[in-house]
């Protein structure tokens, strides 16, 4: 079993050197091909991982070697396969083996074909790490490792020109993805004072001991490392204020925006959040849990009500993930881990199919996003249709699709809490998420034909890529009947993420599913009215409408990157600009500079006495001669 | 070997001599051949370096001037060993992919004896030698810069030689001082370090020394303010000297810290450690948001350069073996990055003799494995775990993390603003479109460069994955330092301040 671990681990390892070696040679078929292959290695052994856990219950963990031992530190290349550490990898290396093999087909005509399955498979490599690492610093490799590739990945067509803010939100792909790491490193220096905390509370970075220790600390202590760590979490998964790289990344390509800015990257701030379960779940720091639960519900809606009116194809879906994920944190801060990490899996399911589908669409509509420009798709496009269908209506959680199952069970967790202010602000924007993800599959597949006029003539994609992508539509529609299953599994994990709902919830259940389904389907049916009808009732653009308050609003996603760059951005700029030229040049370096001329001055000046005149020379010596005298006679009276 | 130090600092010099006999159409092959001899010995230091023994080793010992204490006096612990090992490794690096042509013999020699200065001060252990190689190694960068320099170099080598002169002018004060109060107390004249260190000095008398040493260092790290010397020295310097510059000699402030302050005045240096965190953050964030603002890539680097020994500086005072060890680690790893990042920005200047960051952008396309190099070489300067650049930058800011919290965070800045400047470096030379026609013929590295560079590469990923077998000695001599720190102090804050780590409480 052992080997598996490191079978699992390195073999996207294996593909992304594999890949790097024809990283700079023509096209080559064979290294997508060959990169997948070892994805779906790592794959099965994941799966056969979580077999054998799920069947003996015995832990796995194995100690590779030694990485950074100094003074008391001690910290190994350490990896443990328990319930939690397994369905990420599961989950990961399954959206990864056929993000894979869609982007064969969709990188098909790009040059750099061979160099982006070197970075997507780095990627997968470095979010194993993440996940499969025992202890806190072997994490953070695979959180800073996962924030590179993100930064290579979304970068990945650099040689595009920066362009002003309104003709691209998102300016540049460059642009973007220096966004995205820049944000991200704001939220990792919080995670590392968290480490740091940790590790001078407890004397270890291990997570056993670590978690073993936490009983005995001050609660100032605990209280401040969970918030030290949740700012980390918060920068990976793109929570309030440090949300804006998410969209801005949709500038990578759709198979990278699937993988990484959906389902997986993105999740990993809920992963440690689930992962330090024994910290957040603590009395202690039940109040930055709750804090949690807030903001997840805060962005939730608040990502839900930008995507009301978003045009762009990908950025809709990168809201709606943003949404998703405040959905989570929602249920972990309320101390439902088990249903955040269902929820995470499921999300990770039919998101990546999704944005797989909007892949198909960009592909066959020549990199168009704007769904005004659409409309009547389906009859070209049957395959993705019903691909994008599925994942919608699983986003919009109608049962028995996987969204309803664990969406649904958070927001009866909030309810559970008497948390009824977060339980009414999750169902609102269940049908918010109803609405816009709707919204957009009519815009796109329904209603009248606006493309043939604009002179794009769509195709389907490759046979082979919609293959590829059936397991995840399986998948979006079957994950949540095995909800009680995955629970009895992760249950053996311990108590601290079990979580059952009251009696009095229990009763309530189906009335709350109720709820939340008849919301969904107004939603639904509201974005039907509105966009799915051909004919006189067809959706016309209402410019008028653009000009409303609300809209502007929205649609300049609430000023944020707008207030970042005027009051973050340039004034950085413009005060180092001041340092440089004003303070170093002309105060720090000048003051030196005046100082040495003070002594090449006056040594200048006192050259002139040098006369080699005799005479002179006595003149000057008398003056020498008064002066002592009259510091004699001063210091003589003073003493 | 029992003068296997003596033959490492001397082989460079007596070859550099041997040099000017040497046709100039082989003195390139010469001098690359000499320092890549010199780094095998240093590898055979490393390889014959006993690493269970946290003390020095290979000490050799010849009075010079008996009467008056001075002494031949040479040395090698954990803590100087692997400088010295990067110290010949970047000059060989440094030679072997140097573009330079006017000159070349001349060059060669002058490195030599670089070489030679380099290496002493890092295994001398008597003060008058270690001065002596200290200021030595002002001749010949003063040459580098001077002779091969930019337009403003007369005004920059000067700049940079009196600056660092006048600051280990009044290190020598401080030096003979020690050694007058020695004299004093024990009646007999001694310039030895190890002698010195049991000196157990009074307070007041501390302090005093430790600012007359800190000015001297301070001027050399260079720390704020006394950094203004070296943009314009590595404005006007050669790529190799910026190389040498940025790799080694910065690196000998932070060793006198380490060599000097910390031993000799623990108790000064507990109550220096705030006004050093505040001078090292200044460092950190002033400098770092001045690369922002720069036009120049190697102005960029010469501040990051900054930047990042203003790290290094805060680990020298975290009074703990977490991060003084990173510090040392660190350095290393400083040099072996901005020594990288000097070089790499050399290779486009040789092309364009620019380095104006408007002048390119796309170089990613038609520089590939430029591109990458530059980019990994990045990563490792931003701290990036599993390159070199992260195991220091980690373990100092844990270690000074148990003296000021909100210092460290202000110092974790670092890699807030160190990935904002770098960035942007990368974004506008190598992203967007290629649209300066002088780029588009551009030719991607040539052999010579691509195997100078990739050693560096190969460390930077080798030692990030696996520091252990240069962390080790360097832990085992920290640990050490400060045991012997913490039963030297007198005053009881520093007592408590000085961390002795649990594993070697028992045991040493």
């Known amino acids: 079993m052992e080997n598996l671990v490191y079978v699992a681990l390195f073999a996207p390892f294996v593909g992304s050197l594999f890949a790097a070696l024809f990283g700079m040679s023509q096209r080559q078929i064979f290294v997508g091909v060959i990169a997948s292959g070892l994805l779906a290695v790592s794959f099965i052994s994941s799966l056969l991982l979580a077999i054998n856990l799920y069947t003996t219950g015995n832990v796995i963990h194995v100690t590779m070697m030694d990485w950074i031992n100094a003074g008391d530190i001690s910290i190994p290349f350490g990896f443990v396969i328990d319930q939690i550490s397994v369905t990420m990898m599961t989950v990961v290396t399954l959206v990864s083996t056929i993000v894979h093999i869609y982007a064969i087909g969709y990188m098909d005509h790009d040059k750099a074909f061979n160099r982006f399955f070197s970075y997507l498979s780095a990627f997968v490599f470095s979010m194993l790490i993440l996940v499969m690492s025992d202890n806190f610093a072997g994490l953070f490799i695979g959180w800073e490792g996962v924030g590179v590739c993100s930064w290579l990945l979304v970068g990945f067509w650099y040689h595009k020109p920066d362009q002003t803010r309104e003709e691209n939100p998102?300016?540049?792909?460059?642009?973007?993805?220096?966004?995205?790491?820049?944000?991200?490193?704001?939220?990792?220096?919080?995670?590392?004072?968290?480490?740091?905390?940790?590790?001078?509370?407890?004397?270890?970075?291990?997570?056993?001991?670590?978690?073993?220790?936490?009983?005995?600390l001050d609660d100032a202590v605990l209280v401040t490392a969970a918030i030290a760590l949740f700012i980390g979490a918060m920068g990976k998964s793109a929570q309030f204020p440090l949300h804006t790289w998410l969209t801005d990344a949709m500038e990578g390509p759709t198979p990278v925006s699937a993988l990484i800015h959906a389902a997986t990257m993105v999740t990993a701030g809920v992963f440690l959040v689930i992962r330090s379960n024994p910290l957040y779940g603590m009395e202690a720091v039940a109040g930055v849990s709750f804090f949690i639960a807030c903001l997840g519900t805060f962005v939730a809606f608040y990502a839900a009500s930008m995507a009301l009116v978003e045009r762009d194809l990908k950025r809709i879906?990168?809201?709606?993930?943003?949404?998703?994920?405040?959905?989570?944190?929602?249920?972990?801060?309320?101390?439902?881990?088990?249903?955040?990490?269902?929820?995470?899996?499921?999300?990770?399911?039919?998101?990546?199919?999704?944005?797989?589908?909007?892949?198909?669409?960009?592909?066959?509509?020549?990199?168009?996003?704007?769904?005004?420009?659409?409309?009547?798709?389906?009859?070209?496009?049957?395959?993705?249709?019903?691909?994008?269908?599925?994942?919608?209506?699983?986003?919009?959680?109608?049962?028995?699709?996987?969204?309803?199952?664990?969406?649904?069970?958070?927001?009866?967790?909030?309810?559970?809490?008497?948390?009824?202010?977060?339980?009414?602000?999750?169902?609102?924007?269940?049908?918010?998420?109803?609405?816009?993800?709707?919204?957009?599959?009519?815009?796109?597949?329904?209603?009248?034909?606006?493309?043939?006029?604009?002179?794009?003539?769509?195709?389907?994609?490759?046979?082979?890529?919609?293959?590829?992508?059936?397991?995840?539509?399986?998948?979006?529609?079957?994950?949540?009947?095995?909800?009680?299953?995955?629970?009895?599994?992760?249950?053996?994990?311990?108590?601290?993420?079990?979580?059952?709902?009251?009696?009095?919830?229990?009763?309530?259940?189906?009335?709350?599913?109720?709820?939340?389904?008849?919301?969904?389907?107004?939603?639904?049916?509201?974005?039907?009215?509105?966009?799915?009808?051909?004919?006189?009732?067809?959706?016309?653009?209402?410019?008028?409408?653009?000009?409303?308050?609300?809209?502007?609003?929205?649609?300049?996603?609430?000023?944020?990157?707008?207030?970042?760059?005027?009051?973050?951005?340039?004034?950085?700029?413009?005060?180092?600009?001041?340092?440089?030229?004003?303070?170093?040049l002309k105060i720090v370096d000048a003051t030196v500079d005046n100082i040495a001329k003070f002594f090449y001055v006056s040594g200048d000046k006192t050259r002139a006495m040098q006369t080699g005149n005799l005479s002179n020379y006595l003149n000057w010596m008398a003056v020498g001669a008064v002066v002592l005298l009259v510091i004699a006679a001063i210091s003589a009276m003073l003493v | 070997m029992e003068n296997m130090l003596s033959i490492l600092v001397f082989f460079p010099a007596v070859a550099g001599l041997l040099g000017?006999?040497?046709?100039?159409?082989?003195?390139?092959?010469?001098?690359?051949?000499?320092?890549?001899?010199?780094?095998?010995?240093?590898?055979?230091?490393?390889?014959?370096?006993?690493?269970?023994?946290?003390?020095?080793?290979?000490?050799?010992?010849?009075?010079?001037?008996?009467?008056?204490?001075?002494?031949?006096?040479?040395?090698?612990?954990?803590?100087?060993?692997?400088?010295?090992?990067?110290?010949?490794?970047?000059?060989?690096?440094?030679?072997?992919?140097?573009?330079?042509?006017?000159?070349?013999?001349?060059?060669?020699?002058?490195?030599?004896?670089?070489?030679?200065?380099?290496?002493?001060?890092?295994?001398?252990?008597?003060?008058?030698?270690?001065?002596?190689?200290?200021e030595l190694s002002l001749v010949p960068m003063l040459y580098i810069i001077g002779a091969w320099g930019g337009p403003l170099r007369i005004y920059a080598s000067i700049k940079f030689f009196l600056y660092t002169f006048a600051g280990s002018l009044i290190m020598l004060v401080g030096m003979l001082f020690v050694a007058y109060t020695y004299h004093d107390l024990t009646g007999v004249w001694s310039f030895a370090i190890t002698d010195w260190y049991a000196l157990v000095l009074p307070v007041d008398y501390q302090l005093w020394l430790f600012a007359a040493f800190f000015i001297g260092f301070a001027i050399k790290v260079p720390m704020f303010p006394f950094h203004t010397w070296i943009p314009y020295a590595h404005g006007q310097a050669p790529t190799i000297g910026s190389v040498i510059l940025a790799a080694v000699l910065l690196k000998m402030g932070t060793y006198g810290f380490v060599r000097f302050s910390l031993p000799m005045f623990p108790d000064a240096s507990v109550?220096?450690?705030?006004?050093?965190?505040?001078?090292?953050?200044?460092?950190?964030?002033?400098?770092?948001?001045?690369?922002?603002?720069?036009?120049?890539?190697?102005?960029?680097?010469?501040?990051?350069?900054?930047?990042?020994?203003?790290?290094?500086?805060?680990?020298?005072?975290?009074?703990?073996?977490?991060?003084?060890?990173?510090?040392?680690?660190?350095?290393?790893?400083?040099?072996?990055?901005?020594?990288?990042?000097?070089?790499?920005?050399?290779?486009?200047?040789?092309?364009?003799?620019?380095?104006?960051?408007?002048?390119?952008?796309?170089?990613?396309?038609?520089?590939?494995?430029?591109?990458?190099?530059?980019?990994?070489?990045?990563?490792?300067?931003?701290?990036?775990?599993?390159?070199?650049?992260?195991?220091?930058?980690?373990?100092?800011?844990?270690?000074?993390?148990?003296?000021?919290?909100?210092?460290?965070?202000?110092?974790?800045?670092?890699?807030?603003?160190?990935?904002?400047?770098?960035?942007?470096?990368?974004?506008?030379?190598?992203?967007?479109?290629?649209?300066n026609e002088e780029n588009m013929k551009l030719k991607d590295l040539n052999n010579r460069e691509t195997w100078s560079l990739i050693p560096l590469v190969a460390i930077v990923i080798w030692l990030g994955v696996y520091p252990k077998p240069v962390l080790e000695p360097i832990d085992n001599s920290v640990k050490a330092l400060l045991v012997f720190m913490d039963e030297k102090a007198i005053t009881k804050e520093a007592k408590d301040m000085i961390l002795v780590s649990k594993s070697n409480k028992g045991g040493a």
Request: glycine fraction near 8%; charge should be neutral.
């Open chain 1, 170 to 216: 998102s300016i540049s792909p460059s642009w973007a993805a220096n966004e995205a790491f820049i944000m991200n490193r704001i939220a990792d220096l919080g995670m590392l004072v968290g480490i740091f905390i940790l590790y001078w509370n407890t004397g270890s970075l291990q997570y056993d001991v670590v978690f073993a220790a936490l009983p005995n």
């Open chain 1, 317 to 584: 879906i990168a809201y709606s993930t943003l949404s998703q994920l405040g959905y989570m944190f929602a249920a972990a801060g309320l101390g439902a881990y088990w249903i955040a990490l269902f929820h995470l899996a499921a999300h990770a399911f039919f998101k990546a199919l999704l944005f797989l589908g909007g892949g198909n669409v960009m592909h066959a509509m020549h990199d168009e996003l704007d769904l005004f420009k659409m409309g009547e798709l389906r009859k070209k496009m049957r395959g993705t249709f019903i691909y994008m269908t599925i994942a919608s209506i699983a986003l919009a959680g109608l049962p028995p699709l996987a969204g309803f199952w664990s969406k649904d069970a958070i927001i009866e967790t909030a309810f559970n809490e008497h948390t009824y202010v977060l339980w009414f602000m999750l169902v609102l924007t269940a049908g918010m998420t109803a609405f816009y993800s709707f919204r957009q599959v009519f815009l796109t597949f329904f209603g009248e034909d606006r493309h043939t006029a604009l002179g794009f003539h769509p195709h389907e994609m490759y046979k082979f890529v919609l293959a590829a992508m059936s397991p995840l539509a399986v998948l979006a529609i079957i994950t949540g009947w095995f909800m009680g299953g995955y629970k009895a599994f992760i249950y053996q994990i311990g108590e601290g993420v079990q979580y059952e709902m009251s009696e009095h919830t229990h009763h309530l259940a189906t009335y709350l599913g109720l709820i939340v389904i008849f919301v969904a389907v107004s939603g639904i049916i509201l974005a039907y009215f509105k966009y799915a009808r051909t004919g006189k009732n067809a959706f016309k653009r209402n410019e008028e409408k653009e000009q409303g308050f609300f809209y502007k609003l929205l649609i300049n996603q609430y000023y944020v990157p707008k207030i970042y760059e005027e009051y973050i951005t340039k004034p950085y700029a413009m005060i180092s600009e001041v340092f440089w030229t004003k303070v170093d």
């Open chain 2, 20 to 134: 000017f006999v040497v046709e100039k159409e082989s003195a390139r092959m010469y001098g690359v051949t000499v320092a890549a001899i010199e780094f095998a010995l240093s590898l055979w230091l490393w390889f014959s370096f006993d690493m269970s023994n946290a003390g020095m080793q290979f000490v050799e010992m010849i009075p010079l001037i008996p009467d008056f204490g001075i002494t031949y006096y040479l040395g090698a612990d954990g803590i100087s060993l692997f400088i010295i090992i990067m110290t010949t490794l970047m000059t060989l690096i440094g030679m072997a992919g140097m573009s330079e042509t006017r000159n070349v013999k001349n060059m060669i020699i002058t490195l030599l004896f670089l070489e030679m200065t380099m290496v002493g001060v890092f295994v001398a252990l008597d003060a008058i030698i270690f001065y002596m190689f200290w």
């Open chain 2, 271 to 435: 109550m220096a450690i705030t006004p050093i965190a505040v001078l090292s953050l200044i460092m950190i964030i002033y400098t770092a948001m001045i690369a922002y603002a720069q036009k120049d890539m190697k102005q960029v680097i010469a501040y990051s350069s900054v930047s990042h020994m203003g790290i290094i500086m805060l680990g020298l005072f975290a009074m703990n073996a977490e991060g003084l060890s990173g510090s040392v680690f660190q350095m290393l790893s400083h040099g072996i990055v901005s020594g990288a990042l000097f070089m790499l920005v050399g290779v486009i200047y040789d092309r364009r003799h620019t380095k104006l960051m408007s002048e390119f952008g796309g170089l990613a396309a038609v520089m590939p494995k430029y591109a990458v190099i530059f980019g990994i070489m990045l990563m490792a300067a931003v701290g990036l775990p599993l390159t070199m650049g992260f195991p220091g930058e980690f373990l100092v800011l844990l270690g000074f993390y148990k003296i000021s919290p909100i210092m460290t965070i202000l110092a974790g800045t670092s890699i807030i603003l160190g990935a904002v400047y770098m960035l942007r470096l990368f974004k506008k030379s190598f992203f967007g479109p290629l649209n």
